[in-house]
């Protein structure tokens, strides 16, 4: 646990300090209040133990403001004997507790702080297991299967209010991720999401921050934008390197200063939503490209997550084909009871350009047209022709690996030999946008056949 303790006496700061460290938490110090609250922003602290009179911001400013930004950090009042009442007040503003100066007795503080410790501990098993629970995500051992350390990442992100990018090949499981941040985080508002790629971009300002009435041809009554819907919950922008240069600017705005105006709209709104962005794109490749605003990616690169691609995740293709084949099975309303593992065998040798996505339509496909209880793979379903046709070179033969690009390159290129050059039906199979499809098959030099 993260612990600032804040006080304008260096000698109170030393000795809680010491005897913290010394129970296994990391401490960060402040002398005053404005100090104070500036390291809170950039430590991040689990708890702030802070003394009420200081000069300048007091304890009880300096609480307000923490609450303001981040509602879930715990706070304990050091007050001397004669200011009881204001510590009382301060607990009305949602101190867990006080501590009397000059501290006698270590080992109140020590019990203090762990039951603080305890109690973040089981509210942050319960928000795990509600996520478990909820309909819209899979188990966690399966949602972070192969991935121990975006869990990790996820559950230390999920009690802040810092905006998240997700990074990651099309179809790992970004929106998953998003909709998990969203749950463990506790929120009151609603999960709201939108994808960039699929608005027009003269609609794309109207989608996010609404319109009023009259606004443009065709609007003919007010409405009301993502970011309002989304007030206290979370906004999850989807394919943020499709969204167009204008709306980025509007964006830029909402995340620097959390207001904006509707589109023909004159008052200023206001919104408490977190934002979640998610790209398969290089962002700093756009940057340097001119295609995406240098500013707006380092308010969004705040925690970056990298999710891994399907064919880097030990052991995931297993477990989602048997979580994904039930779920689907009961879907359709059939009943398959075994998966050969040979159908796993073959599962395994395939690349997955597509990831999850094409994992999913490909189970889908194949519980259709499984004719009994036993999961088959109709023959021609992926290019699993290519892992039968070449020769295994010998165990001890090392095998060349080939670079990112070039797999990818191959997989568009394969997506566009099963799909007879249809562009859309490709882009589909790849888990990416028509969009996207087209610029890369420009940087790759692949011409529709």
Not at 148 to 175: D, F, M, N, W
Not at 321 to 331: E, G, M, R, W, Y
């Amino acid at each position: 646990m993260k612990i600032l303790v804040v006080d304008d006496e260096p000698s109170i700061t030393r000795l809680l300090s010491r005897i913290l460290s010394k129970e296994g938490y990391t401490v960060e110090t402040a002398y005053s209040g404005k100090e104070g609250l500036a390291l809170f922003r950039k430590f991040k602290p689990d708890l702030i133990i802070s003394d009420l009179k200081m000069p300048g911001m007091s304890g009880l400013e300096l609480l307000k403001a923490v609450k303001k930004e981040n509602p879930d950090t715990d706070f304990i009042i050091l007050t001397a004997f004669g200011t009881i009442e204001n510590a009382v007040e301060a607990m009305k503003e949602g101190a867990v507790d006080y501590l009397i100066k000059p501290l006698k007795e270590p080992e109140e503080l020590r019990i203090i702080v762990a039951k603080i410790g305890e109690r973040r501990r089981l509210v942050a098993s319960d928000r795990v297991s509600r996520m478990q629970l909820s309909e819209d995500l899979p188990p966690q051992d399966v949602l972070f299967c192969g991935m121990p350390h975006v869990l990790k990442e996820v559950e230390e992100v999920a009690r802040t209010e810092a905006t998240v990018l997700l990074l990651g090949e099309s179809g790992t499981g970004k929106s998953l991720i998003a909709k998990a941040i969203h749950q463990l985080s506790g929120k009151k508002g609603p999960f709201v999401s939108i994808n960039c790629a699929a608005i027009p971009e003269n609609l794309i300002e109207s989608e996010l921050f609404g319109h009023e009435k009259g606004a443009f041809t065709g609007a003919v009554k007010s409405k009301r934008g993502k970011f309002e819907l989304a007030n206290y919950g979370t906004i999850f922008l989807d394919e943020m390197g499709e969204m167009p240069l204008a709306a980025q600017a509007k964006l830029l705005r909402v995340l620097q200063e959390r207001s904006f105006e509707r589109v023909g709209g004159t008052v200023t709104l206001t919104t408490n939503a977190r934002v979640i962005a998610a790209t398969n794109q290089d962002l700093q490749r756009l940057v340097a490209e001119k295609r995406f605003r240098q500013d707006l990616f380092y308010r969004l690169n705040v925690f970056p997550i990298t999710l891994p691609p399907l064919r880097e995740r030990s052991g995931a293709v297993n477990v989602l084909t048997n979580f994904l084949v039930k779920k689907i099975a009961a879907q359709v309303g059939k009943k398959i009871e075994e998966i050969p593992e040979e159908v796993l065998g073959r599962l395994q040798q395939y690349v997955w350009p597509g990831n999850i996505r094409e994992l999913h339509n490909i189970l889908e496909r194949a519980v259709i047209l499984s004719p009994g209880e036993k999961l088959q793979l109709p023959s021609g379903l992926f290019g699993e022709r290519r892992a039968t046709s070449q020769p295994q070179p010998p165990k001890s033969a090392k095998k060349e690996l080939k670079s990112l690009k070039e797999l990818e390159r191959e997989a568009i290129k394969e997506a566009l030999e099963q799909t007879q050059g249809h562009r859309k039906k490709a882009a589909e199979i790849l888990g990416i946008s028509l969009r996207s499809l087209q610029y890369k098959l420009k940087e790759y030099g692949l011409k529709r056949e």
